[in-house]
């Protein structure tokens, strides 16, 4: 059974943010037998604000970080504030051991307040991904706050449902194809 992980860098509860990953999750689960979990920026904040070093880690980060390391599939997801990711998810990743990620499937998405923010994946989360070395899925979903009704993505939305799905078929394969193989002698 595979294990994902959706991290949701949002403040809000509830959030958009945090139904979209979710919603994703649910989608790829529905492909892959999988145990899924979600990591709430806003659950954390407090206690991640106090985080100042590598000696302070509170507890419940230190939980969190370890879901992560032990995920199959990381879809991270942040609303967009000022074109990039919410400070506290950036800090919250600042204090993970860069070596955490490496060879991770890992799902990019982002909620915003219009199109101006589009690129955040491509020009924010997609280098920060880089740097942890995670196999990220091609296909990035970004979804204007436009396209929820009450928090849920809207049925009508259909370029969203769209990209979404073109996003799961995506992880599905990488999950498949980061299959353990035996090598001939």
Do not use: C, W
């Not at 980060?61 to 074109?83: M, N, W």
């Not at 049925?155 to 995506?170: M, P």
Request: proline share 4%.
């Amino acid at each position: 059974m595979k294990k994902i992980v959706a991290l949701t860098g949002s403040l809000s509860k509830p959030s958009r943010t945090r139904s979209l990953v979710e919603h994703i999750a649910e989608q790829v689960a529905q492909h892959v037998p999988a145990r899924i979990s979600v990591i709430d920026i806003a659950d954390l904040a407090g206690e991640l604000g106090d985080a100042v070093s590598f000696s302070s880690i509170p507890a419940s980060i230190t939980r969190a970080h370890k879901q992560i390391a032990e995920a199959d599939l990381v879809i991270l997801g942040s609303p967009t504030y000022k074109g990039s990711y919410s400070g506290l998810l950036k800090h919250f990743l600042d204090l993970l051991d860069p070596a955490a990620l490496k060879g991770k499937v890992t799902l990019l998405t982002a909620t915003g307040g219009s199109d101006r923010h589009a690129l955040v994946i491509e020009h924010q989360f997609r280098p920060l991904a880089s740097f942890f070395e995670t196999v990220t899925v091609p296909a990035g979903v970004y979804i204007k706050d436009s396209d929820f009704v009450n928090y849920a993505l809207a049925e009508g939305a259909e370029q969203a449902h769209k990209r979404i799905e073109l996003a799961v078929e995506q992880a599905v394969g990488l999950l498949a194809a980061r299959e353990p193989v035996a090598l001939a002698a």
